[in-house]
């Protein structure tokens, strides 16, 4: 079975504060792909990060890292220093041939 | 900037009418575009696949004959919501996914603002 699990569904910081964002998936699989979106209150999905099951090597963009271990089947997607604006909702996805599976959200609330 | 838009953003009408979404990829051309429905404070659930050229392929349990889709283009995609009732209100999302090297392997599915539709 393809699944998607985000456990947290809200997590609230305080501005500057450093916040992780778990995401485990299932997959029988060999070759697959995940992905981050962030869906702000606009509405509008926004994409993020997209990474290969074989290719392990973590990522970092600005203040966003993202830690892929298949060993635990988790890409987790950590937000450094978190502003205000980063107030989201952030979907995990998996893609099986050309559709998305998506995980129930992490709501992330930064407070001033 | 945007590459996928939609229209209406919001609609609301009355329980039995028929309601267009347009679902169109800004700048390039898109073979499938998907369409997902997302109820309040909950996650995306694909509906249906929109195949240019062909019939759309729907996900068990969407009526397809609730949920028109038309690809009318490489780069338009309608659902028309058939005689809404106020449970067929929610956000409405489609995705175009944008392909590099002609492999789908290496797309990324780029969505579209959504449409709120409320039934009354």
């Known amino acids: 079975a393809q699944k998607v699990t985000q456990a947290q569904t809200e997590i609230s910081v305080v501005e500057k504060e450093d916040v992780t964002l778990d995401c485990v998936y299932e997959?029988?699989?060999?070759?697959?792909?995940l992905f981050w979106y962030k869906q702000p209150p606009s509405g509008e999905l926004v994409f993020l990060i997209r990474?290969?099951?074989?290719?392990?090597q973590n990522e970092i963009s600005g203040r966003y890292s993202w830690n892929f271990q298949k060993s635990t089947s988790s890409f987790n997607f950590t937000i450094t220093a978190s502003q205000v604006v980063d107030s989201a909702v952030y979907f995990c996805?998996?893609?099986?041939?050309?559709?998305?599976?998506f995980g129930t959200g992490t709501r992330l609330q930064v407070f001033p | 900037g945007a590459v996928v838009s939609q229209h209406p953003s919001r609609v609301i009408c009355k329980s039995g009418t028929s309601v267009k979404i347009e679902c169109r990829s800004l700048?390039?051309?898109?073979?499938?575009m998907f369409w997902y429905r997302q109820f309040p404070k909950q996650s995306l659930m694909l509906m249906a696949t929109?195949?240019?050229?062909?019939?759309?392929?729907?996900e068990q349990g969407v009526e397809k004959d609730k949920f028109l889709i038309n690809h009318a283009s490489l780069t338009l995609s309608t659902l028309t919501v058939t005689s809404a009732h106020p449970e067929d209100s929610s956000f409405y999302i489609c995705?175009?996914?944008?392909?590099?090297?002609?492999?789908?392997?290496?797309?990324?599915?780029?969505f579209g603002p959504g449409t709120r539709l409320t039934v009354l």
């Open positions: 995705s175009a996914p944008r392909t590099s090297g002609g492999d789908w392997r290496t797309d990324t599915q780029y």
């Open positions: 997959t029988r699989d060999t070759t697959y792909y």
């Open positions: 990474r290969n099951s074989f290719d392990e």
């Open positions: 996805a998996l893609r099986r041939f050309d559709k998305l599976i």
């Open positions: 700048d390039f051309q898109a073979t499938t």
């Open positions: 929109s195949n240019e050229g062909s019939k759309a392929t729907y």
